[in-house]
């Protein structure tokens, strides 16, 4: 037996219903079905109804794609990130998935890692694919950043102070967290300091070298090294033996990550954290307090900050005008891996 292709067909398990068998069964044309579908107050009450109780009986589910097409919007926002294997920026994610959820959107994620070139790159995707765009973190110079926001407009941005950039931007004090944390460490009676610096991109990092020059200046009788590290686990446990043979009574990792990767390493050589040296965090990652020992670091509302970007991202969206600047001081959490300034220390390579 030949089918007629033109005859209606009865939509069943395996044959989901299609808006023109919505349209027959209410008697309405698909342009109607599409207009009540999109929640269009043009249709008269009596008619939506009946196109509403045909969507109940066909069990009728509209594709996304025409209903995105038709609003011109996707309902869902993009995120860039420069490393998704960092739990801070996992926790971003999730506070921007959460509170976007509430709101019918959702997220889809981007990891550039830690590639300046592709982060551009990405974000412009990004942008094509979704309604609109948090850049968290970015690595890119302010000129090309300039460049970049007009075109992947409404965005927000995260971890970067845009000064007059027309973009809303949530941000760190991380200067204020640095000294912050050498207060705690002068306390102790530490003068010798070994900054393990993060991405050489990265405007954090240089945040921190400025709060670490504005301490240096008010404290002329210590001293503060940098030693080129890097924002990964691994890089901190890299960096064990540079740590030892400074003779530092205290270390400065750019990030938890490094600072655990280090305390790893210290570990395995049976070095005394903070016995022989005191090492701190910043960020306050989930497992830094589960660290042996426990770290030492600033801790930052991680998850606030996606909750945060998706208010603002939610009122650019609507045609609103958010706040442009909102500045977060992060707060010391002192735990185990800090202590007083040992007796004597000096250089101890190989111990």
């Not at 701190?280 to 497992?287: A, L, N």
């Amino acid at each position: 037996m030949t089918r007629d292709p033109s005859a209606p067909t009865t939509p069943g398990a395996s044959t989901p219903a299609t808006i023109a068998q919505v349209a027959t069964a209410a008697g309405v044309s698909r342009a109607t079905v599409s207009r009540v579908m999109n929640g269009r107050a043009t249709v008269a009450p009596v008619i939506a109804e009946r196109v509403r109780q045909a969507v109940r009986d066909l069990d009728y589910t509209p594709s996304t794609v025409a209903r995105s097409l038709s609003l011109g919007r996707t309902n869902t926002v993009a995120l860039v990130v420069p490393d998704l294997a960092n739990p801070m920026f996992q926790q971003v994610l999730r506070g921007v998935t959460q509170a976007a959820a509430v709101d019918g959107y959702r997220v889809l994620v981007a990891d550039s890692a830690e590639n300046v070139d592709e982060e551009r790159l990405l974000a412009i995707e990004a942008r094509m694919r979704c309604d609109a765009l948090v850049l968290c973190a970015p690595r890119m110079p302010i000129a090309q950043l300039t460049e970049l926001l007009p075109r992947v407009s409404p965005t927000v941005v995260i971890n970067r102070d845009l000064g007059a950039l027309a973009a809303p931007a949530l941000s760190i004090d991380y200067a204020s967290g640095i000294k912050g944390l050498m207060s705690h460490l002068l306390s102790l009676g530490h003068t010798r300091f070994l900054f393990l610096g993060g991405p050489g991109q990265s405007a954090s990092n240089q945040e921190r070298l400025e709060g670490l020059r504005e301490v240096a200046a008010s404290h002329p009788g210590i001293t503060i090294d940098t030693v080129t590290c890097g924002a990964a686990i691994e890089d901190g446990y890299a960096a064990a033996e540079a740590v030892l043979s400074n003779g530092a009574t205290a270390v400065l990792a750019f990030n938890d990550l490094v600072a655990v990767g280090l305390l790893g390493r210290l570990a395995e050589l049976e070095v005394p954290v903070p016995g022989r040296v005191s090492v701190t965090g910043f960020d306050d990652i989930q497992f830094a307090r589960f660290a042996t020992p426990s770290l030492t670091t600033m801790s930052v509302p991680q998850m606030e900050l996606g909750r945060q970007a998706w208010a603002q991202l939610r009122e650019l969206l609507e045609g609103g005008q958010p706040e442009h600047a909102v500045f977060f001081r992060p707060r010391l959490e002192v735990r185990s891996s800090t202590g007083p300034v040992p007796d004597a220390v000096g250089p101890v390579l190989g111990a």
